[in-house]
Structure formats: structure tokens, C-alpha cells
Antibody, heavy 116, light 110 residues
Framework: EVQLVESGGGVVQRGGSLRLSCAAS????????MTWVRQAPGKGLEWVAD????????NYVDSVKGRFTISRDNAKNSLYLQMNSLRVEDTAVYYC?????????WGQGTMVTVSS | QAGLTQPPSVSKDLRQTATLTCTGN????????AAWLQQHQGHPPKLLSY???NRPSGISERFSASRSGNTASLTITGLQPEDEADYYC???????????FGGGTKLTVL
């Protein structure tokens, strides 16, 4: 079964850090771009970052550039998001997703709450 | 980063047809096409179509997508109660080098 499972969310104070993980299974992980998408409470979807199969290309939404770092470990079939200098407006459910022309597989999400 | 434009809500009667729209520009929808996602409350999104009208396996033929210029559309025929959900469009923006989403349309089936 193709599956993505996120972990690492929680409550953190403004200015703090968190590292999210996403464990992939059921497909050849290193064949795909991978993405983080977030959704603030009651709001729409927002693309956060993505990373190429060979790690040589990464893209970020402007609001997280310089604060968030996406990475992957193909040997462990895992995707990561290191989030530093967290802001209240980063509060959201964070989903990892596989890119295959579009976001075709999604995890259940992990909640990140940044308190002031 | 600028997103795609979707109407906030659409209401249609059971068994009728709903058409949802998503407007972008020549850097995203117009050149790259759009994908459509369905999200039920409390659940992750699910891909319905990509590159305008390719459906993943398991997606009902009642869902069909198209594009005209910079506007993408999702048509849902024979509306069922389970079609009541939020619908999002997405596209790669070549100018921004970023993925952009629409704000979502809440579909109510009356």
C-alpha cells in the first residue's frame, strides 16, 4: 500500500524550532519529487517546499525562505522539514505529498501550533 | 505569492451538475494546466485530476476537468451527498518557480 506518514508536530513557542518527518512506503521513493503543503486552521492549502529526487533542487514559498529547510534521505525513504524561527502564522497542519505531475499521494498530516 | 482564483462557494441540487472554476494566468494554468483536489472536513486532500483531465485510478468518471485559456474547470455530474466537500485547484507557476493553489470552493449539495 502506498503510504505517507508524518510525525514531529506539536506546540512550540514563537521563535522556536521543530523538525517534521514523513515516512514513505509502498513506492520507489527516490523516483519522485516530494513536497510539504500546509493548511492553517479553517484556511486553504498552501505549498511550502519541494525537493527533487536527487536533492539537487529545492524550492520554497517566499514566506519560509531562510527559516525552513527541506531535505530527504532516500536510503530511509524519508522526507524532512526543519522549521526554525517559527511564527504564529506558521500554525497549520503540515502534509507531505508525492509529486507525480500533481500531488497524488498525501499523508494524514501533523499539526504544528506556534504559541505567542 | 499570488494564487489561483476560485469562487468561495457553490450550491447545487442533488443529481444536478456543478462546474467549478479556477482562474490563473499564462505562467500557471494557461501553460502548465491545473490539477484538482477534493478535501472532506478533517481529511487530507485527494487528487481528482491532473494536467487538465487525467484521472487517477479509482476516481469516478463523474469528475471531469478541462481548460480554456487561463481558466480551468472541474465538472461534477450526478451530484451525490458525498460530493459535498472543499475543492482546490493547483498549478506550477513558471514565473514564481512555485506551486500555487486556489483558495478553494466549498461545494454544497442541496
Amino acid at each position: 500500500e502506498v503510504q505517507l506518514v508524518e510525525s514531529g508536530g506539536g506546540v512550540v513557542q514563537r521563535g522556536g524550532s521543530l523538525r517534521l518527518s514523513c515516512a514513505a512506503s509502498g513506492f520507489t521513493f527516490n523516483n519522485y519529487w516530494m513536497t510539504w503543503v500546509r493548511q492553517a486552521p479553517g484556511k486553504g492549502l498552501e505549498w511550502v517546499a519541494d525537493i527533487k529526487q536527487d536533492v539537487n533542487e529545492k524550492n520554497y514559498v517566499d514566506s519560509v525562505k531562510g527559516r525552513f529547510t527541506i531535505s530527504r534521505d532516500n536510503a530511509k525513504n524519508s522526507l524532512y522539514l526543519q522549521m526554525n524561527s517559527l511564527r504564529v502564522e506558521d500554525t497549520a497542519v503540515y502534509y507531505c505529498s508525492r509529486q507525480a505531475g500533481a500531488f497524488d499521494i498525501w499523508g494524514q498530516g501533523t499539526m504544528v501550533t506556534v504559541s505567542s | 505569492q499570488a494564487g489561483l482564483t476560485q469562487p468561495p462557494s457553490v450550491s447545487k441540487d442533488l443529481r444536478q451538475t456543478a462546474t467549478l472554476t479556477c482562474t490563473g494566468n499564462s505562467n500557471n494554468v494557461g501553460s502548465q494546466g491545473a490539477a484538482w483536489l477534493q478535501q472532506h472536513q478533517g481529511h487530507p486532500p485527494k487528487l481528482l485530476s491532473y494536467r487538465n483531465n487525467n484521472r487517477p485510478s479509482g476516481i469516478s468518471e463523474r469528475f471531469s476537468a478541462s481548460r480554456s485559456g487561463n481558466t480551468a474547470s472541474l465538472t461534477i455530474t450526478g451530484l451525490q451527498p458525498e460530493d459535498e466537500a472543499d475543492y482546490y485547484c493547483s498549478a506550477w507557476d513558471t514565473s514564481l518557480s512555485a506551486w500555487v493553489f486556489g483558495g478553494g470552493t466549498k461545494l454544497t449539495v442541496l
